[in-house]
């Protein structure tokens, strides 16, 4: 019961540092229309900067340089590259494409300038542990479970209660409506990217943290376990996104808490575990967990 419990706690911690990145993939979906795929190497560039400079800086300042960076850096890449090319979102499928190309061009820079080494992100929970009755976590899981609940919710109430928030969901439900309406099209994606890239950096940080190594030049990679949460709750649907998130960290941490016994079904599967909950759920819901059915008309 005990190991249960363990494996229960664990992913509810992978759960909530996966709804940060998830919740970035919906928020910029419901801008734009469009699926970051570089929404990985906008973790692991908001978790690098966290990395080297904490030194100078203490952890605190550069975890905000690294989350204001990267947030500049995603809003940047939106405004400049993909609104410059084509930025019609019926047209988001050409913008989907280009941050493969953005994807590449980052993992490759940050790969060679992190090379084989494992980066500290000098967080203040380090390796410790706390026991909670029978059940003994890291202080970086429950950090992460407690950050999280309140950025998620921060984000929520942005969503609710805010001007960029209403207008975010005007767009969401009819483009030209909203624009003949005043909404600053413009200015809503472009503030979705940067809020995407800030939480990215954010989630980052958890990622490396203990029992994590470190930060390396794969940890971006993680980030696409968040990407089936999304597809999961419905890529427009942030609550489906938080509980999509949750399904595939309690997933991925009772798999691998339970490898001996499915060992028929291979070592490692774990990691690609999230994946095929997602394959069962769209086959069964095509349209995610949240995902609204489109109607026609015919």
């Known amino acids: 019961m005990t190991g249960f419990l363990d494996n229960v706690l664990n992913g509810i911690a992978l759960g909530s540092v996966y709804a940060l990145v998830a919740l970035g ?26 990395a080297v400079l904490h030194d100078d800086l203490g952890f ?38 280009v941050t493969i190309g953005v994807d590449i061009v980052l993992l490759t820079d940050l790969a060679r300038r992190i090379g084989g080494d494992l980066l ?9 542990v ?24 921060a984000v929520f109430a942005l969503f ?6 209403l207008s975010l969901r005007a767009a969401a439900e009819d483009v030209e409506a909203a624009s003949l309406m005043g909404v600053r099209l413009v200015r809503v994606r472009t503030l979705a990217w940067c809020l995407a890239g800030a939480l990215a950096a954010l989630a980052a940080v958890f990622l490396a943290a203990f ?6 030049r794969t940890t971006g990679q993680i980030a696409l376990k968040a ?11 942030p609550t489906g996104a938080l509980a999509g998130s949750m399904i595939i960290g309690l997933t991925e941490a009772l798999v ?12 490692g599967f774990g990691d690609v575990a999230p994946y095929a909950v997602m394959i069962v759920v769209l086959l069964i819901r095509p349209t995610g967990l949240f995902g609204a059915r489109g109607a026609a008309r015919v």
């Open 130 to 153: 706390s026991g909670l009755g029978p059940i003994t976590v890291a202080d970086s899981r429950l950090a992460a479970i407690v950050v999280s609940a309140v950025v998620i919710g």
């Open 25 to 50: 993939f919906v928020v910029i979906f419901k801008a734009s229309g469009v699926m970051n795929f570089a929404h990985g190497s906008l973790l692991l560039l908001g978790g690098y900067l966290t």
């Open 227 to 237: 990407f089936p949460a999304a597809i999961l709750g419905g890529m427009a649907s």
């Open 211 to 216: 029992p994590a190594p470190g930060l390396e």
């Open 60 to 97: 605190a300042g550069a975890l905000a340089v690294g989350v204001l960076a990267t947030a500049a850096v995603a809003g940047a890449m939106d405004r400049f590259l993909l609104q410059r090319g084509d930025p019609d979102p019926r047209h988001a499928h050409v913008q989907t494409i």
């Open 256 to 267: 691998a808490g339970y490898q001996s016994d499915l060992h028929v079904l291979g070592e």
């Open 120 to 128: 500290s992100m000098g967080d203040p929970w380090g390796d410790s």
């Open 160 to 165: 609710r209660f805010t001007p960029w928030g």
